[in-house]
């Protein structure tokens, strides 16, 4: 199986557990856009911090 076809099924899934449709013409865009938020939750998950990192209590541009 790919790695489309793959989140094809899990976004299936879940939408069905949520009672929720995605249209056939919405899913190649659903698919792709949560393909590239998942590359960036993984990139995020591997990072270490070190415990003596301070939480940013507000976010300054």
Avoid at 1 to 18: G, I, K, P, V, Y
Avoid at 29 to 52: E, H, K, R, S, W
Wanted: hydrophobic residues 40%.
């Amino acid at each position: 199986m790919s790695e489309n076809d793959n989140t094809s099924a899990r976004l299936e899934a879940t939408a069905a557990c949520l009672d929720l449709t995605i249209p056939e013409a919405c899913l190649p865009g659903v698919v792709a856009n949560t393909q590239l938020l998942q590359g960036y939750v993984d990139l995020i998950c591997g990072m270490t911090l070190p415990d003596t990192c301070l939480p940013a209590y507000e976010y300054r541009p």
